[in-house]
Protein backbone atom coordinates (compact mmCIF):
# COMPACT_ATOMS: atom_id res chain seq x y z
CA UNK A 1 0.00 0.00 0.00
CA UNK A 2 2.53 2.32 1.02
CA UNK A 3 5.86 1.60 -0.52
CA UNK A 4 9.13 3.98 -0.03
CA UNK A 5 11.72 3.44 -2.41
CA UNK A 6 15.54 4.80 -1.94
CA UNK A 7 13.97 7.55 -0.29
CA UNK A 8 17.04 9.87 0.45
CA UNK A 9 16.87 13.02 2.94
CA UNK A 10 18.98 15.89 2.90
CA UNK A 11 18.77 18.83 4.64
CA UNK A 12 20.85 21.87 4.11
CA UNK A 13 22.44 24.52 6.29
CA UNK A 14 23.75 27.18 4.12
CA UNK A 15 26.65 25.33 2.15
CA UNK A 16 26.75 22.10 4.80
CA UNK A 17 24.68 19.52 4.61
CA UNK A 18 23.50 16.78 6.53
CA UNK A 19 22.44 13.17 4.59
CA UNK A 20 20.03 12.08 7.43
CA UNK A 21 18.30 9.18 5.10
CA UNK A 22 20.37 7.53 2.28
CA UNK A 23 18.46 5.26 0.71
CA UNK A 24 15.77 2.97 2.26
CA UNK A 25 13.33 1.11 0.66
CA UNK A 26 10.15 -1.09 2.34
CA UNK A 27 6.53 -2.01 1.36
CA UNK A 28 4.02 -1.69 4.06
CA UNK A 29 0.83 -3.83 3.21
CA UNK A 30 -2.39 -2.84 3.65
CA UNK A 31 -3.61 -3.47 7.37
CA UNK A 32 -0.01 -3.93 8.50
CA UNK A 33 1.82 -2.57 10.95
CA UNK A 34 5.68 -2.08 10.19
CA UNK A 35 8.25 -0.95 12.47
CA UNK A 36 11.63 1.21 12.03
CA UNK A 37 14.25 1.04 14.44
CA UNK A 38 17.50 2.25 15.00
CA UNK A 39 19.69 4.19 17.49
CA UNK A 40 19.23 7.76 18.21
CA UNK A 41 20.41 10.23 14.99
CA UNK A 42 19.75 7.01 12.52
CA UNK A 43 17.22 8.56 10.96
CA UNK A 44 14.17 6.51 11.46
CA UNK A 45 12.03 9.64 12.49
CA UNK A 46 13.04 11.65 9.37
CA UNK A 47 12.16 8.59 7.47
CA UNK A 48 8.42 9.47 8.79
CA UNK A 49 8.69 13.14 8.47
CA UNK A 50 9.69 12.66 4.87
CA UNK A 51 6.86 10.67 3.68
CA UNK A 52 4.35 13.09 5.58
CA UNK A 53 5.94 16.47 3.41
CA UNK A 54 8.01 17.75 6.79
CA UNK A 55 10.87 16.86 5.73
CA UNK A 56 12.69 17.26 2.30
CA UNK A 57 13.13 14.50 0.02
CA UNK A 58 16.24 14.65 -2.07
CA UNK A 59 15.66 11.71 -3.58
CA UNK A 60 13.68 8.23 -3.91
CA UNK A 61 9.96 7.78 -4.63
CA UNK A 62 7.22 7.69 -2.25
CA UNK A 63 3.85 5.82 -3.49
CA UNK A 64 0.82 5.19 -2.35
CA UNK A 65 -1.33 2.50 -4.20
CA UNK A 66 1.50 2.67 -6.67
CA UNK A 67 1.05 6.17 -7.32
CA UNK A 68 3.42 9.27 -6.26
CA UNK A 69 3.05 11.09 -3.55
CA UNK A 70 2.30 15.15 -4.76
CA UNK A 71 4.90 17.29 -3.60
CA UNK A 72 4.25 19.35 -1.83
CA UNK A 73 1.37 17.32 -0.14
CA UNK A 74 -2.55 18.34 -0.98
CA UNK A 75 -5.03 18.06 1.77
CA UNK A 76 -6.27 14.70 0.73
CA UNK A 77 -3.13 13.20 0.90
CA UNK A 78 -3.46 14.19 4.75
CA UNK A 79 -6.85 12.82 4.75
CA UNK A 80 -5.46 9.32 4.11
CA UNK A 81 -1.86 9.81 6.09
CA UNK A 82 -1.95 10.79 9.60
CA UNK A 83 0.96 11.01 12.12
CA UNK A 84 1.18 11.06 15.92
CA UNK A 85 4.34 12.42 17.20
CA UNK A 86 6.70 11.83 19.83
CA UNK A 87 5.91 13.98 22.53
CA UNK A 88 2.60 14.98 23.63
CA UNK A 89 3.30 17.82 25.38
CA UNK A 90 4.47 19.68 22.22
CA UNK A 91 2.37 18.27 20.49
CA UNK A 92 -0.49 20.02 21.24
CA UNK A 93 -0.70 23.99 21.01
CA UNK A 94 -1.06 24.58 24.74
CA UNK A 95 -3.98 27.99 24.36
CA UNK A 96 -6.06 25.98 22.23
CA UNK A 97 -8.90 23.52 24.34
CA UNK A 98 -9.05 19.34 22.91
CA UNK A 99 -12.15 20.99 21.54
CA UNK A 100 -11.15 23.71 19.01
CA UNK A 101 -7.94 20.69 18.76
CA UNK A 102 -10.14 18.57 17.51
CA UNK A 103 -12.12 20.83 15.30
CA UNK A 104 -9.69 22.63 13.74
CA UNK A 105 -9.06 19.22 11.33
CA UNK A 106 -12.50 18.48 10.87
CA UNK A 107 -13.40 22.45 9.68
CA UNK A 108 -10.12 22.30 7.32
CA UNK A 109 -11.21 19.27 5.53
CA UNK A 110 -14.85 20.14 5.38
CA UNK A 111 -16.08 17.34 7.70
CA UNK A 112 -20.09 17.58 8.88
CA UNK A 113 -21.08 16.33 11.66
CA UNK A 114 -18.45 17.77 14.56
CA UNK A 115 -19.89 17.59 17.23
CA UNK A 116 -20.86 14.27 16.88
CA UNK A 117 -17.55 13.26 15.44
CA UNK A 118 -15.44 14.74 18.50
CA UNK A 119 -17.46 13.18 20.85
CA UNK A 120 -17.50 9.90 18.93
CA UNK A 121 -13.20 10.49 19.06
CA UNK A 122 -13.47 11.33 22.49
CA UNK A 123 -14.75 8.15 23.51
CA UNK A 124 -12.86 6.03 20.91
CA UNK A 125 -9.55 6.71 22.50
CA UNK A 126 -11.17 5.99 26.17
CA UNK A 127 -11.45 9.93 27.04
CA UNK A 128 -14.94 11.23 28.14
CA UNK A 129 -17.02 13.96 27.14
CA UNK A 130 -15.78 15.96 30.38
CA UNK A 131 -12.17 16.35 28.68
CA UNK A 132 -13.37 17.99 25.56
CA UNK A 133 -13.47 21.72 27.27
CA UNK A 134 -10.25 21.65 29.04
CA UNK A 135 -6.84 22.99 27.80
CA UNK A 136 -3.89 20.48 27.80
CA UNK A 137 -1.84 21.69 30.77
CA UNK A 138 -5.39 20.47 32.23
CA UNK A 139 -4.04 16.87 31.51
CA UNK A 140 -1.55 14.46 31.86
CA UNK A 141 1.23 12.73 29.66
CA UNK A 142 -1.00 9.95 28.73
CA UNK A 143 -4.22 11.64 28.06
CA UNK A 144 -2.50 14.58 25.56
CA UNK A 145 -0.79 11.12 23.82
CA UNK A 146 -4.81 10.44 23.82
CA UNK A 147 -5.78 12.96 22.44
CA UNK A 148 -2.89 13.31 19.66
CA UNK A 149 -3.88 10.03 19.02
CA UNK A 150 -7.79 11.08 18.47
CA UNK A 151 -6.47 13.82 16.43
CA UNK A 152 -4.84 11.92 14.09
CA UNK A 153 -7.45 9.72 13.48
CA UNK A 154 -10.52 12.10 13.92
CA UNK A 155 -9.39 12.61 9.82
CA UNK A 156 -10.47 8.75 9.44
CA UNK A 157 -6.89 7.93 7.67
CA UNK A 158 -6.15 4.62 6.41
CA UNK A 159 -2.61 4.83 7.50
CA UNK A 160 -0.84 6.08 10.64
CA UNK A 161 2.65 6.98 11.35
CA UNK A 162 3.42 6.79 14.98
CA UNK A 163 6.95 8.40 15.86
CA UNK A 164 7.53 6.70 19.00
CA UNK A 165 4.32 7.26 20.59
CA UNK A 166 5.31 6.22 24.12
CA UNK A 167 8.83 6.94 24.64
CA UNK A 168 8.01 9.88 26.12
CA UNK A 169 5.30 8.67 28.84
CA UNK A 170 6.05 6.36 31.74
CA UNK A 171 5.87 2.38 31.70
CA UNK A 172 2.84 1.92 33.26
CA UNK A 173 0.84 4.90 30.25
CA UNK A 174 2.85 3.09 28.08
CA UNK A 175 1.05 -0.07 27.65
CA UNK A 176 -1.97 1.50 27.93
CA UNK A 177 -1.36 3.59 24.76
CA UNK A 178 0.07 0.66 22.94
CA UNK A 179 -3.13 -1.42 23.63
CA UNK A 180 -5.54 1.86 22.71
CA UNK A 181 -3.40 1.67 19.54
CA UNK A 182 -3.39 -2.50 18.92
CA UNK A 183 -7.54 -1.72 19.41
CA UNK A 184 -7.93 1.03 16.93
CA UNK A 185 -5.94 -0.74 14.37
CA UNK A 186 -8.38 -3.99 14.89
CA UNK A 187 -11.29 -2.01 14.60
CA UNK A 188 -10.90 0.28 11.88
CA UNK A 189 -8.04 -2.20 9.71
CA UNK A 190 -5.52 0.93 10.04
CA UNK A 191 -1.76 0.80 8.36
CA UNK A 192 0.79 1.13 10.97
CA UNK A 193 4.28 2.55 10.59
CA UNK A 194 5.79 2.82 13.79
CA UNK A 195 9.69 4.44 14.48
CA UNK A 196 10.82 3.22 17.81
CA UNK A 197 14.09 2.28 19.42
CA UNK A 198 12.37 -0.13 21.88
CA UNK A 199 12.58 -3.17 20.58
CA UNK A 200 9.80 -4.87 23.13
CA UNK A 201 7.64 -2.15 21.73
CA UNK A 202 8.56 -3.04 18.16
CA UNK A 203 8.19 -6.85 18.93
CA UNK A 204 4.60 -6.22 20.38
CA UNK A 205 3.16 -4.30 17.70
CA UNK A 206 5.03 -4.69 14.33
CA UNK A 207 4.91 -7.86 12.05
CA UNK A 208 7.68 -6.73 10.74
CA UNK A 209 10.51 -3.94 10.68
CA UNK A 210 13.57 -2.26 9.22
CA UNK A 211 17.32 -2.17 11.00
CA UNK A 212 17.99 1.59 10.41
CA UNK A 213 21.79 2.82 11.24
CA UNK A 214 23.29 6.03 10.18
CA UNK A 215 20.63 6.96 7.42
CA UNK A 216 20.88 3.34 5.75
CA UNK A 217 18.54 0.82 6.07
CA UNK A 218 20.59 -2.46 7.54
CA UNK A 219 18.36 -5.21 7.53
CA UNK A 220 14.42 -6.27 7.42
CA UNK A 221 13.13 -8.90 9.73
CA UNK A 222 9.90 -9.98 10.79
CA UNK A 223 8.96 -10.38 14.39
CA UNK A 224 9.56 -14.43 14.15
CA UNK A 225 13.34 -13.28 13.48
CA UNK A 226 13.66 -10.62 16.35
CA UNK A 227 11.95 -12.71 19.03
CA UNK A 228 14.38 -15.62 18.17
CA UNK A 229 17.49 -13.11 17.68
CA UNK A 230 18.14 -14.12 14.28
CA UNK A 231 19.90 -11.65 12.79
CA UNK A 232 21.95 -11.12 9.80
CA UNK A 233 24.16 -7.97 10.37
CA UNK A 234 26.40 -7.43 13.07
CA UNK A 235 24.73 -4.19 14.11
CA UNK A 236 21.43 -5.66 14.75
CA UNK A 237 22.97 -8.50 16.92
CA UNK A 238 24.38 -5.18 19.03
CA UNK A 239 20.90 -3.87 19.08
CA UNK A 240 19.58 -6.82 20.17
CA UNK A 241 22.05 -7.59 22.94
CA UNK A 242 22.11 -3.89 23.87
CA UNK A 243 18.02 -4.32 24.11
CA UNK A 244 18.31 -7.36 26.30
CA UNK A 245 20.06 -5.07 29.50
CA UNK A 246 23.38 -4.04 29.98
CA UNK A 247 26.02 -6.80 30.55
CA UNK A 248 29.27 -6.57 31.42
CA UNK A 249 31.79 -7.35 28.86
CA UNK A 250 35.19 -7.87 30.51
CA UNK A 251 33.56 -10.20 32.79
CA UNK A 252 35.70 -13.15 33.83
CA UNK A 253 34.21 -16.08 32.71
CA UNK B 1 -26.64 30.02 33.24
CA UNK B 2 -24.81 31.21 36.05
CA UNK B 3 -22.10 32.61 36.63
CA UNK B 4 -20.28 31.47 39.94
CA UNK B 5 -17.06 30.69 40.91
CA UNK B 6 -17.13 27.07 41.14
CA UNK B 7 -18.84 27.62 37.83
CA UNK B 8 -15.97 29.55 36.32
CA UNK B 9 -13.43 27.44 38.20
CA UNK B 10 -14.51 23.82 37.18
CA UNK B 11 -11.99 21.90 35.52
CA UNK B 12 -14.24 20.33 33.31
CA UNK B 13 -16.15 22.85 31.46
CA UNK B 14 -19.21 22.63 29.20
CA UNK B 15 -19.00 24.64 26.87
CA UNK B 16 -16.61 26.52 24.58
CA UNK B 17 -17.52 29.71 26.53
CA UNK B 18 -17.20 28.32 30.26
CA UNK B 19 -13.69 27.04 29.47
CA UNK B 20 -12.64 30.42 28.10
CA UNK B 21 -14.14 32.56 30.90
CA UNK B 22 -12.96 30.22 33.51
CA UNK B 23 -9.29 30.76 31.62
CA UNK B 24 -9.62 34.31 32.10
CA UNK B 25 -11.07 34.39 35.44
CA UNK B 26 -7.92 32.21 36.37
CA UNK B 27 -5.70 34.99 35.16
CA UNK B 28 -7.45 37.33 36.93
CA UNK B 29 -7.38 35.54 40.28
CA UNK B 30 -3.80 35.50 39.65
CA UNK B 31 -3.04 39.10 38.39
CA UNK B 32 -5.26 40.53 41.81
CA UNK B 33 -2.50 38.80 43.43
CA UNK B 34 -0.18 41.47 42.83
CA UNK B 35 -0.40 44.72 44.48
CA UNK B 36 1.76 47.26 42.25
CA UNK B 37 0.02 45.96 39.47
CA UNK B 38 -4.13 46.49 40.72
CA UNK B 39 -2.53 50.17 41.45
CA UNK B 40 -1.41 50.58 37.59
CA UNK B 41 -4.83 49.27 36.71
CA UNK B 42 -6.78 51.66 39.38
CA UNK B 43 -5.39 54.25 37.23
CA UNK B 44 -6.13 53.27 34.19
CA UNK B 45 -9.52 52.54 35.16
CA UNK B 46 -10.13 56.35 36.94
CA UNK B 47 -8.47 57.29 33.48
CA UNK B 48 -11.03 55.41 31.61
CA UNK B 49 -13.88 56.71 33.71
CA UNK B 50 -12.83 60.36 34.02
CA UNK B 51 -13.01 59.59 29.79
CA UNK B 52 -15.87 58.09 29.53
CA UNK B 53 -18.34 60.34 32.36
CA UNK B 54 -16.28 63.76 31.47
CA UNK B 55 -19.05 66.00 30.71
CA UNK B 56 -20.62 64.94 34.28
CA UNK B 57 -17.69 64.82 35.80
CA UNK B 58 -16.03 68.16 34.77
CA UNK B 59 -17.29 71.22 37.35
CA UNK B 60 -16.60 74.19 34.38
CA UNK B 61 -16.24 74.65 30.80
CA UNK B 62 -12.70 73.63 29.33
CA UNK B 63 -12.45 75.42 26.81
CA UNK B 64 -13.60 78.93 27.72
CA UNK B 65 -12.44 80.81 30.95
CA UNK B 66 -13.72 84.07 32.44
CA UNK B 67 -10.78 86.17 31.70
CA UNK B 68 -12.04 88.69 34.37
CA UNK B 69 -12.88 87.32 37.48
CA UNK B 70 -11.18 84.04 36.83
CA UNK B 71 -7.54 84.18 35.84
CA UNK B 72 -4.58 82.57 37.68
CA UNK B 73 -6.04 81.51 40.49
CA UNK B 74 -4.14 79.31 42.67
CA UNK B 75 -4.76 76.08 43.91
CA UNK B 76 -7.27 75.07 46.78
CA UNK B 77 -9.28 78.20 45.47
CA UNK B 78 -13.11 77.46 46.24
CA UNK B 79 -14.62 75.97 42.93
CA UNK B 80 -11.33 75.73 41.55
CA UNK B 81 -9.08 73.07 43.31
CA UNK B 82 -6.50 72.85 40.92
CA UNK B 83 -6.31 76.04 40.29
CA UNK B 84 -7.27 77.98 36.65
CA UNK B 85 -4.63 79.17 33.89
CA UNK B 86 -4.05 82.46 31.78
CA UNK B 87 -7.45 82.26 30.23
CA UNK B 88 -9.15 81.83 33.47
CA UNK B 89 -10.18 78.43 32.65
CA UNK B 90 -10.83 75.61 35.37
CA UNK B 91 -7.30 73.12 35.41
CA UNK B 92 -9.19 70.45 36.74
CA UNK B 93 -11.81 70.56 34.02
CA UNK B 94 -9.15 70.64 31.50
CA UNK B 95 -7.05 67.39 32.87
CA UNK B 96 -10.77 65.42 33.01
CA UNK B 97 -11.58 66.46 29.33
CA UNK B 98 -8.13 66.48 28.04
CA UNK B 99 -8.08 62.42 29.48
CA UNK B 100 -10.04 61.95 26.55
CA UNK B 101 -7.60 62.60 24.13
CA UNK B 102 -4.61 60.92 26.32
CA UNK B 103 -6.72 57.77 26.10
CA UNK B 104 -7.87 58.24 21.87
CA UNK B 105 -3.93 58.70 21.61
CA UNK B 106 -3.08 55.46 23.37
CA UNK B 107 -5.98 53.29 22.20
CA UNK B 108 -5.44 54.34 18.31
CA UNK B 109 -2.09 53.84 18.36
CA UNK B 110 -2.62 50.20 20.17
CA UNK B 111 -5.27 49.47 17.43
CA UNK B 112 -3.41 50.61 14.57
CA UNK B 113 0.74 49.56 15.42
CA UNK B 114 -0.20 46.82 17.26
CA UNK B 115 -1.81 44.35 14.38
CA UNK B 116 0.27 46.01 11.88
CA UNK B 117 3.46 44.93 13.70
CA UNK B 118 2.00 41.26 14.40
CA UNK B 119 1.41 40.79 10.71
CA UNK B 120 4.89 41.87 9.42
CA UNK B 121 6.49 39.74 12.63
CA UNK B 122 4.61 36.73 12.40
CA UNK B 123 4.46 36.41 8.70
CA UNK B 124 8.45 37.19 8.76
CA UNK B 125 8.99 34.48 11.05
CA UNK B 126 6.88 31.76 9.58
CA UNK B 127 8.25 31.95 5.96
CA UNK B 128 11.78 32.69 6.53
CA UNK B 129 14.30 32.92 3.53
CA UNK B 130 13.87 36.22 1.56
CA UNK B 131 10.40 37.06 3.19
CA UNK B 132 12.22 37.47 6.13
CA UNK B 133 15.02 39.37 4.79
CA UNK B 134 12.71 42.23 2.92
CA UNK B 135 10.43 42.36 5.50
CA UNK B 136 12.84 42.25 8.36
CA UNK B 137 15.26 45.00 6.66
CA UNK B 138 12.39 47.39 6.46
CA UNK B 139 11.83 47.19 9.88
CA UNK B 140 15.22 47.73 10.78
CA UNK B 141 14.78 51.07 8.25
CA UNK B 142 11.88 52.41 10.27
CA UNK B 143 13.61 51.41 13.55
CA UNK B 144 16.26 53.06 12.65
CA UNK B 145 14.56 56.68 12.63
CA UNK B 146 14.52 58.60 16.34
CA UNK B 147 10.86 58.20 16.94
CA UNK B 148 10.12 61.71 17.75
CA UNK B 149 11.66 63.14 14.93
CA UNK B 150 10.36 61.09 12.70
CA UNK B 151 6.89 62.13 13.85
CA UNK B 152 7.79 65.36 13.84
CA UNK B 153 8.68 65.64 10.20
CA UNK B 154 5.37 63.86 9.59
CA UNK B 155 3.70 65.69 11.50
CA UNK B 156 5.05 69.15 9.66
CA UNK B 157 4.67 67.49 5.84
CA UNK B 158 0.90 66.58 6.92
CA UNK B 159 -0.14 69.35 9.32
CA UNK B 160 -0.38 69.51 12.96
CA UNK B 161 -3.65 67.92 14.82
CA UNK B 162 -4.17 65.61 16.96
CA UNK B 163 -5.25 63.19 13.96
CA UNK B 164 -1.91 63.14 12.44
CA UNK B 165 0.18 62.73 15.44
CA UNK B 166 -1.41 59.16 16.18
CA UNK B 167 -0.62 58.56 12.42
CA UNK B 168 2.68 59.54 12.84
CA UNK B 169 3.16 57.60 16.50
CA UNK B 170 1.59 54.49 14.99
CA UNK B 171 4.28 54.57 11.97
CA UNK B 172 7.18 55.20 14.49
CA UNK B 173 5.38 52.26 17.27
CA UNK B 174 5.09 49.37 14.74
CA UNK B 175 8.68 48.04 14.52
CA UNK B 176 9.28 46.94 17.89
CA UNK B 177 5.97 44.69 17.63
CA UNK B 178 7.48 43.27 14.49
CA UNK B 179 10.79 42.06 15.88
CA UNK B 180 8.92 41.04 19.01
CA UNK B 181 6.25 39.23 17.30
CA UNK B 182 9.27 37.66 14.76
CA UNK B 183 11.30 36.19 17.65
CA UNK B 184 8.42 34.34 19.42
CA UNK B 185 7.25 33.01 15.80
CA UNK B 186 10.95 31.35 15.35
CA UNK B 187 10.71 29.63 18.64
CA UNK B 188 6.89 28.37 17.66
CA UNK B 189 7.34 27.59 13.99
CA UNK B 190 9.59 24.14 14.29
CA UNK B 191 7.04 22.74 17.10
CA UNK B 192 5.43 19.72 17.06
CA UNK B 193 1.92 21.33 17.05
CA UNK B 194 2.28 23.41 13.97
CA UNK B 195 3.96 20.42 12.44
CA UNK B 196 0.72 18.54 13.27
CA UNK B 197 -1.93 21.47 12.21
CA UNK B 198 0.19 21.19 8.67
CA UNK B 199 -0.61 17.13 8.17
CA UNK B 200 -4.00 18.50 8.72
CA UNK B 201 -4.07 20.27 5.67
CA UNK B 202 -4.32 24.08 7.58
CA UNK B 203 -3.08 26.75 4.81
CA UNK B 204 -0.02 29.47 5.83
CA UNK B 205 -2.52 32.13 6.88
CA UNK B 206 -4.17 29.70 8.86
CA UNK B 207 -1.89 28.69 10.77
CA UNK B 208 -0.32 31.84 11.23
CA UNK B 209 -3.53 33.77 12.05
CA UNK B 210 -5.05 30.76 14.64
CA UNK B 211 -1.95 29.31 15.63
CA UNK B 212 0.67 31.73 16.04
CA UNK B 213 -0.99 34.86 16.66
CA UNK B 214 -2.08 33.86 19.66
CA UNK B 215 1.07 32.72 20.87
CA UNK B 216 2.78 35.62 20.50
CA UNK B 217 -0.21 38.15 21.82
CA UNK B 218 0.56 37.91 25.10
CA UNK B 219 4.17 39.39 24.99
CA UNK B 220 2.99 41.99 22.41
CA UNK B 221 -0.09 42.94 24.45
CA UNK B 222 2.74 43.52 27.49
CA UNK B 223 5.03 45.54 24.99
CA UNK B 224 2.31 47.53 23.98
CA UNK B 225 1.37 48.37 27.49
CA UNK B 226 4.60 48.96 28.77
CA UNK B 227 4.96 51.10 25.72
CA UNK B 228 1.74 53.26 26.68
CA UNK B 229 3.47 56.00 28.98
CA UNK B 230 5.92 56.28 25.49
CA UNK B 231 3.37 56.83 23.54
CA UNK B 232 1.85 59.34 25.97
CA UNK B 233 4.83 61.07 26.15
CA UNK B 234 5.18 61.16 22.16
CA UNK B 235 1.91 63.14 21.71
CA UNK B 236 2.60 65.33 25.15
CA UNK B 237 5.66 66.21 23.61
CA UNK B 238 4.63 66.52 20.00
CA UNK B 239 1.32 68.55 21.75
CA UNK B 240 4.29 70.62 23.50
CA UNK B 241 6.05 71.93 20.46
CA UNK B 242 2.95 72.93 18.78
CA UNK B 243 2.42 70.01 16.21
CA UNK B 244 -0.01 68.09 18.19
CA UNK B 245 -3.13 69.02 19.31
CA UNK B 246 -3.72 72.39 18.64
CA UNK B 247 -5.58 75.01 20.74
CA UNK B 248 -8.30 75.59 22.81
CA UNK B 249 -7.92 71.53 23.02
CA UNK B 250 -7.33 70.63 26.32
CA UNK B 251 -4.25 68.41 25.70
CA UNK B 252 -1.72 67.60 28.89
CA UNK B 253 1.44 68.42 26.65
CA UNK B 254 -0.23 71.85 25.31
CA UNK B 255 -1.08 72.30 28.43
CA UNK B 256 2.29 72.13 30.00
CA UNK B 257 3.40 74.22 26.57
CA UNK B 258 0.98 76.82 27.81
CA UNK B 259 2.28 77.23 31.82
CA UNK B 260 5.87 76.95 30.78
CA UNK B 261 6.08 80.77 30.54
CA UNK B 262 5.27 81.47 33.64
CA UNK B 263 6.32 78.73 35.32
CA UNK B 264 7.86 80.80 37.62
CA UNK B 265 5.13 82.61 38.69
CA UNK B 266 2.05 80.56 38.83
CA UNK B 267 3.76 77.26 38.98
CA UNK B 268 0.71 75.08 39.22
CA UNK B 269 -0.23 75.97 35.22
CA UNK B 270 2.26 74.08 34.03
CA UNK B 271 2.52 71.14 36.94
CA UNK B 272 -0.79 69.90 37.12
CA UNK B 273 -0.70 68.67 33.77
CA UNK B 274 2.53 67.52 34.38
CA UNK B 275 1.50 65.17 37.33
CA UNK B 276 -1.34 63.90 35.10
CA UNK B 277 0.74 62.57 32.57
CA UNK B 278 3.68 61.42 35.42
CA UNK B 279 0.51 59.63 37.18
CA UNK B 280 -0.90 57.65 33.64
CA UNK B 281 2.53 56.90 32.20
CA UNK B 282 3.22 55.23 35.45
CA UNK B 283 -0.28 53.62 35.98
CA UNK B 284 0.36 51.92 32.15
CA UNK B 285 3.79 50.82 33.22
CA UNK B 286 3.03 49.06 36.60
CA UNK B 287 0.34 47.50 34.62
CA UNK B 288 2.22 45.97 32.00
CA UNK B 289 4.51 44.38 34.70
CA UNK B 290 1.89 42.61 36.04
CA UNK B 291 0.67 41.23 32.58
CA UNK B 292 4.20 40.37 32.01
CA UNK B 293 3.80 38.60 35.46
CA UNK B 294 0.33 37.02 34.52
CA UNK B 295 0.71 36.42 30.50
CA UNK B 296 4.45 34.91 30.43
CA UNK B 297 4.13 31.92 28.47
CA UNK B 298 7.06 30.28 29.43
CA UNK B 299 5.98 30.71 33.10
CA UNK B 300 4.44 27.23 33.85
CA UNK B 301 2.50 26.90 36.77
Same mark, same amino acid.
Not at chain 1, 3 to 27: C, I, M, P, Q, Y
Not at chain 2, 1 to 10: K, Y
Given at each position: ML? !????????????? *???? !???????V?QGESY???? *?????????L???C??????????????????????PDFYRRVQMVFQDPYASLH??HTIDSVLSEPLSIQGFDRRDERIAQALEEVGLGQGFRFRYPHQLSGGQRQRIAVARALILEPQILLLDEPTSALD?SIQAEVLNLLDRLRAERGLTYVMVS????V??HMCE??????????????????????????????????????????? *??? | ??????? @? @??DQPVSR??A???? #??????????????????????? /????? &??????????????????????????????????????????????????????? #????? %??? =??? /? @???????????? &?????????? $?? @???????????? &? #?????? $????????? $? +????????????? +?? +? $????DF?AAT?LQGA???? %?????????????????????? #?? %?????????????????????????????????????????????? %?? +???????? /???????? /?? =?????
Open positions: S !VDNLEVTFAFGTD *EVRA !VRGVSFNQGIVG *ESGSGKSTVRAIGLAPVSGGRVTLDGVDIPAPRTPRAHDLAISRLVVMEHGLAVEELTRADLRSHRAETDYTRKLLKASAGYTRED *EPA | MSMTREW @L @LSRQRLGQ #AYRTWLDFRTNGLAMFGFLIVLV /LVLLA &VFAPWLAPHDPLVGDLNTTRLLPPLTEGYWLGTDDQGRDILSRLIYGSRITLAVV #ALVAV %IAT =PVG /L @LVGTTAGYFGGW &VDTVLMRFTD $IV @LAFPKLILALAF &V #AALGPG $IENAIIAIS $I +TAWPPYARLARAE +TL +T $IRNSIKSSAR %IIWKHIVPLCMSSVIVRVTLDM #AG %IILTAAGLGFLGLGAQPPQPEWGAMIAGGRNFLVDYWWVATMPGLA %IF +TVSLGFNL /LGDGLRDV /LD =PKRQK
